[in-house]
């Protein structure tokens, strides 16, 4: 039986406790405050839903990752990032990334990233927990990502790109700065060819939530703009 949140209590349900089909979805209702979101991510799940739905709450079995050691970079990107026609950089332009990943897109009907979805990773942009990576190009924003950093794991959100590889070259780049960090997963959530192609794979959700327990109170990156 699903269960639907209390506005006024921020505990999530276990984690085994998920649906298998439709696989992983953990509980409903609640709201998208900061306080929320932060103990959604600490336990394990994440918001995902259309508009008319009600807040949906997932925690898949198994759950993606990519583990920076495990980044794979393919010869014809690797010598894209060396013709240096993208520039990138962290936390600069966090609104218009949100806005960028939530346009119109011609292979998808309507957008997960709702304007209150929006509106609280914006308020955890400003806390210091959300980051984005902006990816340019001639001074134009082409591309680029956001999530969340707590401790020493990163939570992706969604992606764009306008330009062919702009979104491919900011996600290496993240990875890499991840790795210097000394941050020990990226969570990805669900599998796509697309991330799959860098090294992400899957894991039991069990081991995820001992990752959580093992590294969400390590000490973070100490500044994403550097």
Avoid at 44 to 62: A, I, M, R, V
Avoid at 101 to 112: K, L, M, N, V
Avoid at 171 to 182: G, Y
Avoid at 207 to 216: D, G, I, K, Q, S
């Amino acid at each position: 039986m699903l269960t639907w949140l209390k506005r006024d209590d921020l505990s999530f349900p276990p984690l085994e406790t998920a649906l298998r089909e439709p696989n992983g979805l953990l509980a409903a209702g609640g709201d998208l405050t900061c306080e929320r979101l932060l103990a959604a991510y600490r336990h394990g799940c994440f918001p995902w839903y259309q508009d008319g739905q009600p807040l949906l709450w997932w925690s898949p079995d198994p759950r993606t990752v990519l583990y920076p050691d495990e980044l794979h970079v393919s010869r014809s990107l690797r010598k894209r990032i060396r013709q240096g026609d993208f520039q990138v950089t962290f936390d600069r332009a966090f609104s218009d990334i949100i806005q960028g990943c939530a346009d119109p897109r011609s292979y998808a009907e309507g957008t997960w990233i709702t304007t209150p979805m929006q509106q609280a990773y914006i308020k955890l942009h400003e806390m210091g927990f959300a980051h984005s990576v902006e990816v340019w190009q001639d001074e134009h924003l082409v591309g680029g990502l956001y999530g969340l950093a707590i401790g020493k794991l990163f939570f992706g959100e969604s992606m764009f790109s306008r330009a062919t590889d702009a979104s491919k070259v900011g996600f290496v780049t993240l990875v890499q700065r991840l790795r210097e960090q000394e941050f020990a997963l990226i969570d990805c959530q669900m599998p796509t060819r697309h991330l799959e192609s860098f090294g992400a794979r899957s894991i039991a959700r069990e081991a995820f939530a001992n990752a959580l327990a093992e590294h969400l109170d390590r000490p973070g990156a100490a500044d994403w703009r550097a």
